[in-house]
């Protein structure tokens, strides 16, 4: 792979043509970037949260209020009757499993009704490596089904649907091909789990969705969801922690199975975690609309290098995740290093890829984040593996995907 230096102007005369293709689509996400703001503000004032309930709690964080208006902050967004939002909670794989753990038991059936999990996911439930304490170990049996090219439903399926006792829906795409699914798609996917079963309880995994689209997944009909503050609700502010929203007999359920029966909304203290928390979520309408920005243009950069992108620039973006078709290894090398590169923490290191339990292969990871492994900041990382496909996460200022640019223009051939 050949280095070829252009001028910095001709860069300029680039950037300029595709900031003008791009303005009507950012108009389109400032417009949403308001609603979601206000909706975001309203959560507050509705609350009433108060400066007092921003200081830290310790010990066994019994009555800690800092821990109780942050989980009716998160109630009154997402439209839900109960919150569980804790610093306890490590991750959204954590958070993940906290729902299917809790409200599976011996002899039921999760369905996944959108293809094939998330990699760690997988994992939780045993279906790849052989971990202790997965589902599978535990008598539930997993099935799955992809609803999102099946507008007809066999008879197998029909079938699955009727028996299951959690439906399971991806927002995101993971390490898949398939593309992110919208909110209508989560409203039509849950119609047809109705129409043919009313008990099951629907659960989303949301991570990389929140405020990227008007609507959130309770408010198309799911019982359950959840998402990490690694990624949209955090902001970057947030160093841990996640949220589970959803009915108030499913997310009483699930913190008997965080703490103890009968101690979920009793203990765990806020740690200090509080603050930044609420202010993450304060601020992660405005992430969420710089990410998408940075979106839009590392697609339509790529584009223009001779690179596949999905989604395209030109289709709605339903989450913050931009997949790159790198080609080859040597490519993918280089955009991994231009991530680094082009990050405020640790720009002086090289990615390198690496073995991780509940990956199938090596992967590599870059980003110099403030947060360690962040994924709402400047970050990539995928299989260093045929097709070497690359998962970005364009970060914390649509700028950065700029710069981002600008070093590779003057890297790729």
Known sequence: ?????RPKSTFLAFDQKIRHQLR??????????SLAFKKVLNSFQQNQVSGYQLQPGFGYGLGDCGTQVTEAVFSSLFQAEKALVRPQITSGSHALFLILNSLLQKDDILLSVTGAPYETLKSCIGI????????????????EINLLHSPTLTEEDSRLIESARVCWIQKSRGYSARKTISSLDIEKIIQTIRFHNKQS??????????????????????????????????????????????????IDRISSY??????????????????????????????????????????????EMGFTTSPHWS??????????ECKTKEYMDLF????????????????????????????????????????????????????????FQPGLYAEQSRTYAEFLWNQLP
């Open 1 to 5: 792979m050949s280095k070829t230096t």
């Open 128 to 143: 790849q490596d052989h971990f202790p304490g997965t589902l599978l170990e535990k008598g539930v049996h997993y099935k």
């Open 315 to 324: 289709e709605k973006h339903y989450d913050i995740v931009l997949a790159i």
């Open 336 to 391: 991994s290093q231009g991530v680094q590169k082009c990050s405020p923490i640790d720009s002086h290191v090289k990615a390198e890829p690496f073995s991780q339990n509940g990956y199938k292969h090596p992967i590599i990871m870059a980003g110099g984040t403030f947060v360690p492994g962040s994924s709402i900041e400047f970050s990539a990382d995928g299989f260093y593996h045929p097709p070497y496909y690359l998962y």
């Open 201 to 250: 309880v629907v659960a989303v995994d949301n991570c990389y969705g929140e405020f990227t689209e008007t609507k959130e997944p309770i408010e198309c009909g799911a019982d359950v969801c959840a998402g990490s503050f690694m990624k949209n609700p955090g902001a970057g502010i947030a160093r841990t922690g996640a949220y589970i929203v959803g009915k108030e007999e499913y």
């Open 24 to 33: 009507p689509y950012y108009e389109e996400i400032d417009t949403n970037y």
């Open 258 to 303: 965080l703490i103890a029966p009968g101690l979920g909304y009793e203990f765990m203290p806020n740690l200090g975690f509080t603050y930044e928390i609420l202010l993450g979520l304060f601020h992660s309408p405005l992430t969420v609309r710089e990410s998408l920005k940075g979106n839009l243009y590392l697609s339509a950069f790529f584009e």
